[in-house]
């Protein structure tokens, strides 16, 4: 059974102070791992895909990374708008669907 | 914006009562599913379909079932809602034919009361 782990669950930074989120898994073969955010009230938004270890995927102050147990998101300088809740994702070999971790809640103050 | 339109956005309903929740996607995509998200348990996949007429369960369909009779359209339907059932129900696509991600849609938040 593949399974996702968010940490922290909830993260608290003054605005400009980097970190990092981590999602660790365990899967029957890897074939994407995702990153979402998601605003109260709204359906998750699909960030990044990330294919194999190694990889990086960036989009204005997120980097994504991934190692064979676990991917990053860090987040440089963050804003009061990067606050929201991510979410991580994976999808194993038969591809049908993603198995979906709890979530790190970021409150960004300024 | 991936076209997926859910419908109600909200509902309150009774212990017993049969309820339907509708997902609409203008985009002709294969894939579709039904979440749903409660605190503590994240994302959970109840049902998916891979083609009209073509079902399968996910992780939490007991209580639940669907159907896909159009490419556009794919429905969830609480044959007699329980307390346990009150959660936000997301509806995604999944985008070509591979490995690509979901993309959901703004949720019904269900109440049974």
């Known amino acids: 059974e593949d399974q996702v782990t968010q940490s922290p669950e909830a993260l608290r930074l003054q605005e400009g102070e980097s970190s990092s989120l981590n999602c660790s898994y365990t899967?029957?073969?890897?074939?994407?791992l995702f990153w979402y955010r998601q605003d109260p009230g709204k359906g998750p938004e699909f960030l990044f895909t990330?294919?194999?270890a190694g990889e990086e995927k960036e989009k204005e102050r997120l980097k994504a990374t991934l190692t064979k147990k676990e991917s990053f998101l860090h987040i440089t300088a963050p804003k009061p708008e990067d606050s929201a809740t991510y979410l991580c994702?994976?999808?194993?070999?038969?591809?049908?669907?993603?198995?979906f971790g709890g979530g790190t809640r970021l409150m960004v103050k300024p | 914006d991936a076209g997926i339109t859910q419908s109600p956005r909200h509902k309150v309903t009774e212990t017993g009562t049969p309820v339907t929740l509708r997902c609409h996607q203008t985009?002709?995509?294969?894939?579709m599913y039904w979440y749903r998200q409660d605190p503590g348990h994240g994302l959970r996949l109840i049902h998916y379909?891979?083609?009209?007429?073509?079902?399968d369960k996910g992780e939490v369909s007991d209580g639940y079932s669907v159907s896909r009779s159009k490419t556009e359209d794919f429905l969830l339907t609480l044959e007699s809602a329980t307390s346990s059932q009150t959660s936000v129900y997301f509806c995604?696509?999944?985008?070509?034919?591979?490995?690509?991600?979901?993309?959901f849609g703004n949720g019904t938040r269900l109440t049974v009361t």
């Open positions: 379909s891979y083609g009209v007429k073509d079902t």
């Open positions: 995604a696509i999944r985008e070509g034919q591979g490995y690509g991600p979901l993309h």
């Open positions: 899967v029957s073969g890897l074939r994407g």
């Open positions: 990330l294919y194999s």
């Open positions: 994702a994976v999808s194993n070999n038969a591809g049908n669907m993603l198995t």
């Open positions: 985009e002709n995509h294969r894939y």
